[in-house]
């Protein structure tokens, strides 16, 4: 609709106009990147526990570290990072823009207490304080992404937060690998692109236009999506920007409208999407994609790969990476749900095949493979879970919750997803000695499996909708149950959802309908 709207307006050149919708494209993007630069601090320190466990824990370290400590040094920051999503959400009241850069700032704080510290509490604390950051980063540039791209590029960027934590991991890998010993090294390093991040915003990056309309800066909004859409200091601001903000001031008055109850958040329209993507973070947690990130050079040594572990870890980014990388376009060819589905289905196979081959070890068979096997299942398991359910329930908090409350639910979202997390890091070692290795990968093949029927029966649609229409699509609507041959009404709201529109139904007696209405 709006590219439509951009080549017929103004003087009718359609290489003109076709200029003007490449810079905003442009425009637009750039202003995504440098959102998602934020993350990449937060996402190094995701990874900073699989390269930094065993130099901390050699003598060279300069600490005396137990294995107790050395636990607590991997799972710490799943403990914090709930924090970090609830301060996520109120730091975003405050602007779009000040969430981000919170995001940059205590990310730098927790890598420079590391690189600082003198000993392992100031080590710990520094890890906690990146936990918060990586709760931090969990939601603003997403929902900014949202807000601010066109319904054509919204597809894509919503998923740029999931490809810069997969390339922060893949970074803090790689400088694991070269770095060898030195985690101090590798903490500063670390700490500078947060620095850069933080600098970028406060120079280059824009306020969301919909953020400032609900703010009731309607000047500053106007302001905003000029500078988000080329428009030149010379030029008067195209008719069809100034439509498109009258047309979001349904949203817009939704979130700018204060909560005089708490009981609103309870209605169908907000609960729906929240226990949906509540589940959906509960099964990506427990099929064990996040185990693999934290312990990814332990968890290769437990699966019976022989390379170099932390050479590993690197396949493991690169593989992650090259993942996220394609599922922008598969979400922008087949949405949400379908890649949700595949993606299930591939993670059930392949730590299938890993624990039928775990299993086959432990049982005295012997397998001359030299850890091939072993190796491709968990590339492959982490290609597929990237395809979805380690991107998409991340890409779609920013769609699925109303305006009004989109702070608030994203953040406890976020905030939930994390306390899985923590959860799934804290008993992996315990599940290892109660299990062994083979029965912990049977477990993640059954959540795996579980998670697939979930998404399957429960997970939306949001592709080619707009914002409103989500929201539109789980409001109440009236549904007829019993029909005993008489003509029943199924009340349901247009496109505009300010009109109830009727439809006479005329069944056989006593026959049930069973499909409701969301739209007409």
Known sequence: METATALTEGDGQPEKCNRRFRRETFHQMLACLIANSSVLGPAMGVGYSAVALGPLGSPKSGMSITDDQLSWFASVTAITTPIGCILSGLAMQRSRRFGIMTTSFVSLVGWLVIYFSPGFGCVLTGRAICGVAIGLASAPSTIY??????????????????????????????????????????????????????????????????????????????????????????????????????????????????????????????????????????????????????????????????????????????????????????????????????????????????????????????????????????????????MGFLVLPFAMIGEVYPARFKDILSGLTTCLAYVFSFIALKVYPEMLKSIDKHGVFIFYTAFSLAGTIFVAALLPETKGKTLREIEESYKNNKKASTVNGKTKTIGCSDENGDKDLQLKIITSKDQRLNNSMDQV
């Open 145 to 386: 992404a949202a807000e601010v791209a066109g319904s054509k590029l919204r597809g894509i960027v919503v998923t740029w937060t999931s490809v810069s934590i997969a390339t922060g991991v893949l970074i803090v890998y790689m400088l694991g690998f070269f770095c060898k010993e030195n985690w101090r090294l590798v903490a500063l390093l670390c700490g500078m692109f947060a620095a850069f991040s933080l600098v970028l915003t406060f120079l280059m990056m824009p306020e969301s236009p919909t953020f400032l309309k609900a703010s009731g800066r309607s000047k500053a909004a106007e302001d905003s999506l000029r500078r988000l859409n080329g428009v030149r200091k010379d030029k008067k601001t195209p008719e069809h920007l100034l439509e498109e903000l009258l047309k979001s001031n349904a949203n817009v008055d939704d979130a700018a409208r204060p909560v005089s109850r708490i009981g609103s958040i309870f209605r169908a329209e907000n609960l729906k999407p929240f226990f949906v993507m509540v589940g959906y973070f509960f099964f990506q947690q427990f099929s064990g994609t996040f185990v693999i990130i934290y312990y990814a050079v332990d968890f290769a040594r437990e699966a019976g790969i022989q390379i170099d572990g932390k050479l590993m870890a690197i396949f493991i980014g690169l593989t992650r990476v090259l993942g996220t990388l394609c599922v922008s376009w598969v979400s922008m060819r087949y949405g949400r749900r379908i890649p949700s589905v595949g993606s299930g289905a591939g993670m059930t196979l392949f730590m299938g095949i890993l624990s039928v081959y775990s299993w086959a070890s432990s049982n005295g068979f012997e397998i001359p493979d030299r850890g091939v096997i072993p190796a491709i299942s968990i590339l492959m398991y982490i290609l597929m879970s990237t």
